[in-house]
T-cell receptor, first 113, second 114 residues
Framework: NAGVTQTPKFQVLKTGQSMTLQCAQD?????MYWYRQDPGMGLRLIYY???????DKGEVPNGYNVSRLNKREFSLRLESAAPSQTSVYFC????????????FGEGSRLTVL | QKEVEQDPGPLSVPEGAIVSLNCTYS??????FMWYRQYSRKGPELLMY????GNKEDGRFTAQVDKSSKYISLFIRDSQPSDSATYLC??????????????FGKGTHLIIQP
């Protein structure tokens, strides 16, 4: 029972490099989310996708792009990484978007030098 | 003023003690209340979920919501070292979902001493 799977788990980038974080869920959920978690800041929503084919900005979307590839997969792209994007990134999904019952992946730890 | 306030701790208690974790909030539109547990270097996992006011019990865990005071609590009875984790409260407005549907507290770091 995989749930929400994120890759890679760890990544080190240099300033200006680009990369894509991948997320896949096997629970047939419609809604998927990308959060970042920073010390003292809590979880902050970057982007979300209410259903296949739709994406919307969250609280901190600047510097990121997303793609809802199909119902299972939701990717997060950093086009030109900055040190301020050093963080732990979590993907989550839910079948009940209005209630907030989220299922999270284990996280992707990104360091930008 | 932050929408959700949560003491970051750390909160350290001896094994077997009753633990009380709390959050206060300011948005009266919140209808759904959750507690997530996050172990070190892991993703948050949903622990308790309640709708509107009242209590909900699940084993050693009890979630309590007081909407009149805008205050929610999580009680852990007979605490175990395996309960050591960060506990995040989260709240959602029924008409929300997506960007404005879920607000997290910053989490309380709990340590259960053997």
């Amino acid at each position: 029972n995989a749930g929400v799977t994120q890759t890679p788990k760890f990544q080190v980038l240099k300033t200006g490099q680009s990369m894509t974080l991948q997320c896949a869920q096997d629970m047939n959920h419609n809604s998927m989310y990308w959060y970042r978690q920073d010390p003292g800041m809590g979880l902050r929503l970057i982007y979300y996708s209410a259903s296949e084919g739709t994406t919307d900005k969250g609280e901190v979307p600047n510097g990121y792009n997303v793609s809802r590839l199909n119902k299972r997969e939701f990717s997060l792209r950093l086009e030109s990484a900055a040190p301020s994007q050093t963080s732990v990134y979590f993907c989550a999904s839910t079948a009940r978007a209005n209630t907030g019952e989220l299922f999270f992946g284990e996280g992707s730890r990104l360091t930008v030098l | 003023q932050k929408e959700v306030e949560q003491d970051p701790g750390p909160l350290s208690v001896p094994e077997g003690a009753i633990v009380s974790l709390n959050c206060t909030y300011s948005n009266s539109a919140f209808q759904y209340f959750m507690w997530y547990r996050q172990y070190s270097r892991k993703g948050p996992e949903l622990l308790m979920y309640t709708y509107s006011s009242g209590n909900k019990e699940d084993g050693r865990f009890t979630a309590q919501v007081d909407k009149s005071s805008k205050y929610i609590s999580l009680f852990i009875r007979d605490s175990q070292p395996s309960d050591s984790a960060t506990y995040l409260c989260a709240m959602s407005a029924q008409s929300g979902g997506g960007a404005d549907g879920l607000t997290f507290g910053k989490g309380t770091h709990l340590i259960i001493q053997p």
